[in-house]
């Protein structure tokens, strides 16, 4: 930039005081040093910087200019500086009759500069001028390929990099955005070089008066797309002696607390956003929490009381010290490969004081809402770090993704498929290796990411990569070079992450293929796939939804995996035609259009004929890993895709600057999200658990080693009795039970125990079969199963058809039951059969 520069004295722009005179010309360098009640050092400092802007620069006029933003001294700070500028015109002052805090000093001085770069530094030089060179070098590096990548591609600002930052003190601090105040080592930016016009752009842009300004002013900035380097830099002593406590003021605790009232301040709008989600999971949530004890939800089958077993057999295993992978707690005598099963471990392991503390009722409501919430906020960060500039565009898109209907079907029952607050954090790091600015770094961040992920959800990764893939093809497609550009980098950082991942996951992975109870493949039936009118019908929890028509056409309540509505299809397609130009755009058309077409499955049934077709989903079918994939859950990767494209069209519909063509666009979105807005959950009153089981009375009747026997036994159609363990603290062990575990010599994967003969009749009497004759061939298989059980009790409590039961039970075991309390118990263990 070229502009104005005095030739010395007060800059009136900040202050109201009488300016020096003029000259007009380019200056190369300026440096902007904040100064308040620095009289004891500000002389030293200006005579170290003109010293070395001389020897470095030259001595002519526009060669570099000093300026300092006296903050409202009470000292004599400014009247130094004044005599120092009276014989170097090149430094002036910048000063302000009121202390306002280092921001307002910073964007008075930034914004009264004129140089084509500006240096930003301490009055007591903390960070050596020699250090000037490695900023200037890394923006020029940094200069030359963002120029090479614009001749092939716009960033959304375009441009050449906008700031060097030397980068000492605490680099986590740092990363949360905390600034440089006493008790805090932050030097964002306290030795920075920008370039002028944007330095002078981002701090005019600026609001905060205070410390927080370095965070406020570098998120403007990268939120521009303009890159920012880091560069490691020195510390040196200062110039000048320490000052007496009594010539400088020591800075209190007031310091500390306004900067974290800035930082409140400027991260309200992404709280209040965060606030937002999480009332809108509460409401989704609110009638499961209003009753924890006595409520269930609905349409969970017994996933509810699945997976807050898997909550309390992850708490039981961690604290009495044993293997967090495995467990015989139920499937006796095998067990259950917990890290072949959805226990997420990611959670439930650091959620155990919680578990501990108020139960796995409160656990599980917490993970479904929290989870929620943190999904939708993550997806926000990302669009609104990689696509948008509206906060609330940003908002609406990460709430789609989060809350789109088929996540809010699996939110009844299926954590695993609801916390997904990792993969915008995975995208966001592949994204940055694309780039290529820190491969090792974002690499090796990639595969942490990745591999609590792993502990989080192996499916929803799998299916978020199989996602990414196809977007790298798409892009590849439609923008060939830009693509090909990023495959090195992301290529290496691939491999950086594998090597992370591998040591961190080894022995986990090898447990889960090759360990106790595991299996090969999951069997879900030849209907996995979503209809083609799932893609365009409501699902039950949606606003416009109708119960019936979506169990109809999906595999059970918790598995409505597509149902987005025709409305939001139709107004995503309108959205691509309208945005067709933007590469990003075409990119994520193909990708969502490629999910929808491989969750119909492998076989696609043509709605109202009896045509059966080929489906694309043939191909994946026979992979290792997708081989147990449900296929209908492919169609969820568009609830991101609908997201990002929502907040697209959201950032240009609120600029429109023509009302009735702004207010139409509106109105399109509305009439897409309503019919699909969600409902709270369903919920209906729990089963109670058994006087028996509550009362502690079970103990008399199953020792140690032995299992209990529930009539029926626990399957995936009733697993009540998951909830009764639970409740007893794991005092017992169970035979049957709801898991992933292996069926025959294929070890192929099933929902629940291998069945066995006196199981399948219990079950089959319950649900309506008559008894059969009791034969001496039943007796003594009866006895084989309660022997290879290890079975301890049968416990017949209180239900349909318990008269059947309880005579049938009793002519195979040859005797009559005791009655304790409210459950019938035949006692069973060794000698008693």
């Known amino acids: ?50 010293e070395h802007l001389d020897a470095r620069l030259g001595t002519g006029p526009g060669d570099w200019e000093l300026l300092v933003a006296d903050d409202g001294s009470a000292d004599a700070t400014a009247a130094v500086v004044e005599a120092a500028a009276a014989d170097e015109p090149r430094i002036r002052l910048v000063r302000s009759e009121h202390h306002r805090g280092r921001g307002a000093a910073l964007r008075a001085g930034v914004l009264a500069s004129a140089g084509e770069r500006v240096l930003l530094t301490d009055a007591g030089l903390g960070t050596p001028l020699a250090e000037l060179d490695r900023l200037e070098q890394a923006l020029g590096q940094e200069g030359q390929e963002s120029q090479k990548s614009q001749k092939s591609q716009k960033n959304r600002s375009g441009g050449e990099p906008a700031a060097a930052l030397g980068r000492t003190g605490n680099r986590l601090v740092r990363a949360l955005g905390i600034p440089g105040i006493p008790g805090f080592r932050s030097d964002t930016c306290g030795f920075a070089l920008f370039d002028g016009d944007r330095a002078r752009a981002a701090f005019g842009a600026s609001v905060l008066d205070g410390p927080a300004i370095d965070a406020e002013v570098l998120r403007w900035v990268r939120h521009q797309g303009w890159p920012v380097a880091e560069v490691p830099v020195g510390r040196t002593a200062h110039p000048t002696p320490e000052p007496k406590p009594a010539a400088k003021p020591r800075r209190t605790a007031g310091d500390r607390r306004r900067a974290l009232a800035e930082l409140f301040r400027l991260n309200a709008g992404g709280l209040a956003v965060a606030a937002v989600f999480l009332v809108l999971s509460g409401y989704v949530f609110h009638g499961l929490w209003a009753d924890l004890d ?50 997420m471990l990611g959670l439930t392991v650091p959620l155990i004081p919680v578990t501990l503390l108020f139960g796995e009722t409160v656990t599980f409501a917490l993970v479904l809402t929290l989870g929620m919430a943190a999904s939708a906020w993550t997806w926000y960060w ?13 908002a609406a898109g990460g709430a789609l993704a989060a809350f789109a209907p088929p996540m809010v079907s699996h939110a009844n029952g299926h954590p695993n498929f609801v916390v997904l607050f990792a993969i915008p954090l995975i995208i966001d790091r592949a994204l940055r290796l694309c780039e290529g600015r820190n491969v090792v770094r974002d690499g090796v961040l990639l595969g942490l990411f990745a591999t609590y992920q792993i502990f989080l959800g192996e499916e929803p990764l799998l299916i978020a990569a199989l996602g990414m893939l196809v977007f790298s093809l798409a892009y590849l497609l439609v923008d060939r070079r830009r693509a090909l550009e990023a495959a090195r980098p992301l ?21 889960q293929f090759f360990g106790p109870q595991s299996y090969h493949s999951v069997l879900h039936g030849d ?81 109202r004929t009896d045509v059966v077709l080929p489906g694309p989903w043939q191909l994946m079918v026979k992979l290792p890993l997708f081989e147990s994939v449900i296929e209908g859950r492919v169609a969820m990767v568009c609830a991101p895709v609908l997201g990002v494209l929502l907040a697209l069209a959201l950032d240009r519909i609120v600029r429109v600057r023509t009302r009735e063509l702004r207010t139409l666009g509106l109105l399109g979105v509305a009439a897409a999200l309503i019919p699909v807005l969600p409902l709270p959950l369903a919920v209906r009153e729990r089963a109670p658990v058994p006087a028996f089981i509550a009362s502690g009375a079970w103990k008399g ?25 639970v409740e007893a603290d794991f005092g017992f062990r169970l035979a049957g039970g709801y898991f992933n575990g292996p069926w025959g010599p294929d070890r192929i994967g099933i929902y629940g125990a291998t069945p066995r003969h006196l199981s ?47 005579g049938m039970i009793s002519e195979l075991l040859g005797r009559q039951p005791e009655k304790v309390q409210d459950v019938w118990v035949w006692r069973v263990g060794p000698g008693q059969v």
């Not at 904040?34 to 910087?49: F, K, N, Q, S």
């Not at 939800?297 to 039981?316: I, M």
């Not at 140690?704 to 009540?720: N, S, T």
Request: hydrophobic share 45%; proline share 7%; glycine share 10%.
């Open 1 to 50: 930039m070229t502009g104005q520069a005095a030739t010395g004295g007060t800059d009136t722009g900040a202050t109201g005081t009488e300016a020096a005179p003029a000259w007009l010309g380019a200056v190369g360098l300026s440096v902007v040093i904040p100064a308040h009640d620095d009289e004891h050092r500000i002389g030293a400092t200006l005579d170290a910087v003109r």
């Open 294 to 343: 006595g409520r269930y939800l609905k349409d969970a089958l017994q996933d509810q009381n699945q997976w807050e077993w898997f909550v309390g057999v992850a708490t039981d295993n961690i604290t009495h010290l044993r293997n967090p992978l495995f467990t015989t707690a139920q499937g006796m005598p095998d067990g259950v490969n917990l890290m072949a099963n959805a226990t």
């Open 382 to 394: 990302l669009i609104r770090r990689r696509f948008v500039h509206s906060r609330w565009a940003a």
């Open 491 to 511: 290529g290496l950082g691939l491999v950086i992450a594998a090597g992370v991942c591998v040591p961190l996951l080894i022995f986990p992975l090898y447990w």
């Open 527 to 607: 209907n996995a796939g979503n209809s083609p009118r799932a893609l365009v019908e409501y699902a039950a929890r949606s606003l416009f939804g109708d119960a019936e028509t979506a169990g109809r056409l999906s595999l059970n309540t918790t598995e409505q995996n597509a149902f987005y509505g025709w409305p939001l299809l139709a107004f995503g397609v309108a959205v691509c035609v309208w945005m067709w130009r933007r590469t990003v755009v075409r990119a994520l058309a193909i990708t969502g259009a490629v999910a929808l077409l491989l969750s119909l499955g492998p076989w696609v049934p043509v709605p």
């Open 701 to 725: 009747y199953v020792k140690d080693g032995e299992a209990l026997v529930p009539v029926p036994l626990p399957d995936p159609g009733q697993a009540d009795a998951l909830h009764w363990q």
């Open 760 to 806: 399948n009749l219990l079950r089959d009497v319950r649900y309506g079969a008559q008894p059969p004759e009791i034969t001496p061939q039943w007796r003594e298989q009866a006895r084989q199963d309660l022997e290879f059980w290890k079975a301890g009790a049968v416990v017949l409590p209180l239900q349909d058809r318990e008269a059947e039961l309880r």
